[in-house]
């Protein structure tokens, strides 16, 4: 993704004739960045294989599913619609993980039936209510156990899941009780220790402190886990001069823990691996100038692009066509819904820009599509994949008939 004669293309198609053919907003992703990404991530910590399970969360596209698939990818998912997804995708189902705090019955239940590798249970009644299912269908079944290892992850307090407090996993005390309970039941086995902390975060260092806590644990335990599922989170660049997460650092802190710990690592990558490979096309209805300021309309809003509205995140815009026109003037993007939270980003200057401009919103592919709705009865728009030179509609544009 570049500019070209001050066209912003996607690989080699221009972004201008996208949205000509398959009008806006419009969500593009690019293959060729997809499979870098993964190529990275895998070649980070070859050394030791880690089983690496995708985070269907943040981005369910069936097509991109079935793209990660075919990198030797597993799937990490949290409900009985992304195991589905991920099943659909041709992803073996003993490379799935069912993680989640509020797994119900008839989710267990299909997931126990799919023999998926392994369910990370976060609570006593959880590990209770998979113990009755196995019990009924004289099975036994792969659990891991999640640990809240009360670790602050540095990042956007609405994504921490690690800290003392956070719904996610269990204290160390209620840990060690479940492990006892485990080593006892005819009807778990107990293959697992998880331990995820957050998303976005761009610093090792939490990541240290989690593993000594993890190290700690294992030891008090005194069980022999065949994984440790170390989540994901691994933040990336989303500004100029934000910090991009050092792999160096954290593949170190990893082998120096299996020296200890002979066990397979289980990595759960999202936005690493899916978030810089998109972009949202957006268009410009109307431009207005109030006070100091001028509000650039879109006809993107925040239903189709969520994370500005819900987490205050900051996502780079540009054009979709240079031009040498630079006001140093305060741009407000937002939206046509009515709600104040609607806003992608204010800058202090922009070029000069028009209506029915095209602008480009960069690294939507992580927990943009997947977070869409329809609010103010809006259609969500159309995805696409640019694969070899090829446009491939991954998902048709929604209906308005559809809705009404």
Do not use: W
């Not at 053919?21 to 870098?36: A, G, H, I, Q």
């Not at 991954?394 to 559809?402: E, G, M, N, P, S």
């Amino acid at each position: 993704m570049n500019y070209k004669k001050k066209k912003f293309y996607v690989e080699n198609i221009s972004t201008e004739k996208l949205s000509k053919k398959f009008d806006t907003p419009l969500y593009c992703y690019s293959y060729l960045k997809l499979k870098n990404n993964i190529n990275n991530f895998k070649n980070y910590f070859k050394m030791f294989n880690p089983l690496i399970c995708f985070s269907v969360k943040s981005n369910s596209n069936n097509k991109l599913l079935k793209e990660i698939k075919n990198f030797g990818l597993g799937a990490d998912v949290v409900s009985k619609g992304e195991i589905m997804k991920a099943l659909k995708a041709g992803i073996k189902p003993k490379k799935i993980v069912f993680s989640g705090v509020g797994k119900t019955y008839s989710e267990l239940e299909y997931a126990i039936n799919k023999n998926i590798l392994l369910i990370n249970v976060e609570s006593k009644s959880e590990l209770l209510t998979i113990e009755k299912i196995a019990k009924l269908k004289n099975k036994k079944v792969n659990i891991g156990i999640r640990l809240n290892p009360n670790t602050n992850p540095k990042t956007l307090k609405q994504i921490s899941t690690g800290r003392e407090g956070d719904k996610f996993g269990v204290g160390e005390n209620e840990f060690i009780n479940l492990v006892k309970h485990s080593k006892i039941s005819k009807f778990l086995s107990l293959k697992c220790l998880s331990a995820h902390i957050g998303s976005q975060i761009t610093s090792p260092e939490p990541y240290k402190k989690m593993l000594a806590v993890v190290g700690r644990i294992i030891n008090k335990s005194n069980y022999k886990f065949e994984f440790i599922d170390l989540g994901g989170g691994f933040g990336i660049s989303y500004e100029k001069n934000q910090k991009e997460f050092n792999y160096k650092i954290f593949n170190s802190l990893i082998k120096n823990f299996l020296k200890k710990y002979n066990c397979k690592i289980i990595f759960e990558p999202g936005r690493s691996i899916i978030a810089n490979t998109g972009i949202l096309i957006s268009k410009v209805i109307y431009i207005k100038n109030i006070k100091n300021k001028k509000f650039v309309i879109l006809d993107a809003a925040m239903n189709d692009f969520m994370r500005s509205a819900l987490y205050g995140s900051r996502h780079k815009i540009i054009p979709s066509k240079k031009n040498r026109q630079v006001l140093n003037k305060r741009f407000e993007f937002v939206g046509p819904i009515c709600e104040s939270t609607d806003k992608f980003l204010t800058v202090k200057k922009f070029q000069n820009i028009k209506e029915n401009d095209l602008i480009i919103i960069c690294d939507v592919g992580a927990y943009g599509m997947s977070l869409a709705s329809n609010y103010n009865t809006r259609p969500l728009p159309a995805e696409i994949l640019i694969k070899n030179s090829n446009t491939q509609i991954i998902r048709h544009r929604q209906k308005l008939a559809d809705l009404i």
